[in-house]
């Protein structure tokens, strides 16, 4: 009795290591097919395009000005006043260059009664982001206007125009 349970512990353990032992051939069997194919599949692809040509381009700077009354800005003194229309001659310049940079949206609506104009009106709307634009100068004009001047380089703005649609 003592042997036939010995047996079956020793053919069992041996079963087992054989089993383990097929299992590691399958499975390293697929590795290998598995490279051999990524190697075919690396082959098989088309050459890589030629490198672009990445020659520094001549920058294009464009600059706007915005402006922006003085005596016009909410504030309790003069300097506040001015901080203010600093400001708001920025954010001005911001929008022209917007508007130099993504175009600007006009609507309008004409009335004609009696072959006479009765009513002429138009809207204008700008939408967009600016980036890489940099202040030149910001100084008064005059007493009562505060303008700055803003540049941004055309060809960096066509380059990130161009990153962001591939």
Not at 86 to 94: G, R, T, V
Not at 127 to 150: E, H, W
Request: aromatic fraction near 6%; proline fraction near 4%; charged fraction near 15%.
């Amino acid at each position: 009795m003592k042997a036939q349970l010995l047996l079956t512990k020793t053919g069992l353990a041996k079963l087992t290591r054989g089993l383990i032992a097929m299992l590691l051939i399958i499975s390293l069997g697929g590795c290998e097919t598995f490279v051999e194919s990524t190697k075919d599949i690396v082959s098989a692809l088309p050459d890589l395009p030629p490198s672009v040509d990445n020659t520094p381009i001549e920058p294009n700077w464009v600059q706007v000005t915005g402006y922006a009354p003085i005596s016009l800005q909410e504030g309790q003194t003069q300097q506040h006043k001015m901080l203010m229309a600093m400001k708001a001659s920025k954010l001005d310049a911001y929008r022209e260059l917007t508007v130099l940079v993504h175009g600007q949206y006009l609507a309008g609506t004409t009335s004609v009664k009696d072959m006479v104009l009765k009513n002429n009106q138009f809207q204008g709307a700008v939408a967009g982001i600016v980036r890489g634009a940099r202040v030149v100068k910001s100084y008064p004009v005059q007493t009562d206007v505060y303008a700055t001047i803003l540049e941004i380089d055309l060809n960096q703005v066509q380059r990130a125009w161009q990153a962001s649609n591939q």
